[in-house]
T-cell receptor, first 113, second 116 residues
Framework: AQSVTQLGSHVSVSEGALVLLRCNYSSSVPPYLFWYVQYPNQGLQLLLKYTTGATLVKGINGFEAEFKKSETSFHLTKPSAHMSDAAEYFCAVSDRRDDKIIFGKGTRLHILP | EAGVTQFPSHSVIEKGQTVTLRCDPISGHDNLYWYRRVMGKEIKFLLHFVKESKQDESGMPNNRFLAERTGGTYSTLKVQPAELEDSGVYFC??????????????FGQGTRLTVV
């Protein structure tokens, strides 16, 4: 069975500092991997996804994530945090044969001025 | 183009009452999904429609939940009778293709359901 573990339910970084949100997954088959973001009072929005090919994936708003098969990780990074990045971030996995998205518990990112 | 729309945005009902949530997918999207996030937990899959047919309803928690998608357009999710543990945020999503890696699944804002 697939699962996703996000390390840290809350992460605080200073404005301008590196953002690193950790995600590890478990999957018996090569997965599709996703990061979604939920800004206050909005729906879930896809930040980026990995399906195949290049393991470093670039998304919207300057975020990127790297698929590391050996570590079963898909950590999300952004070089310099902005106040507007404050939101809840969800790592997710999907079986290539399936129609479901399996989400992690989410990490709320706080940006300190 | 309009995104996925959910109604209502918030609902507060008493235990034992009935509530119906509605989702309007993006026009032309045959695939419609319902997910739920109970407080402090993961967002979990409930079911998947392809047009008007239930493709996968393995995530539906019990028979108090009934989902329909008549005509393959909008969908409703009825909870009857509601229990306290049904409180949470109910998300709807739609996509063109069923295998979500091939194409993006677009999510609505969610309906926050509170059962008191």
């Amino acid at each position: 069975a697939q699962s996703v573990t996000q390390l840290g339910s809350h992460v605080s970084v200073s404005e301008g500092a590196l953002v690193l949100l950790r995600c590890n997954y478990s999957s018996s088959v090569p997965p599709y991997l996703f990061w979604y973001v939920q800004y206050p009072n909005q729906g879930l929005q896809l930040l980026l996804k990995y399906t195949t090919g290049a393991t470093l994936v670039k998304g919207i708003n300057g975020f990127e994530a790297e698929f590391k098969k050996s570590e079963t990780s898909f950590h999300l990074t952004k070089p310099s945090a902005h106040m507007s990045d404050a939101a809840e971030y969800f790592c997710a996995v999907s079986d290539r044969r399936d129609d479901k998205i399996i989400f992690g518990k989410g990490t709320r990112l706080h940006i300190l001025p | 183009e309009a995104g996925v729309t959910q109604f209502p945005s918030h609902s507060v009902i008493e235990k034992g009452q009935t509530v119906t949530l509605r989702c309007d997918p993006i026009s032309g999207h045959d695939n419609l999904y319902w997910y739920r996030r109970v407080m402090g937990k993961e967002i979990k899959f409930l079911l998947h429609f392809v047009k008007e047919s239930k493709q996968d309803e393995s995530g539906m928690p019990n028979n108090r939940f009934l989902a329909e998608r008549t005509g393959g357009t909008y969908s409703t999710l009825k909870v009857q009778p509601a229990e306290l543990e049904d409180s949470g945020v109910y998300f709807c999503a739609s996509s063109q293709d069923a295998i979500v890696g091939y194409t993006e699944a677009f999510f609505g804002q969610g309906t926050r359901l509170t059962v008191v």
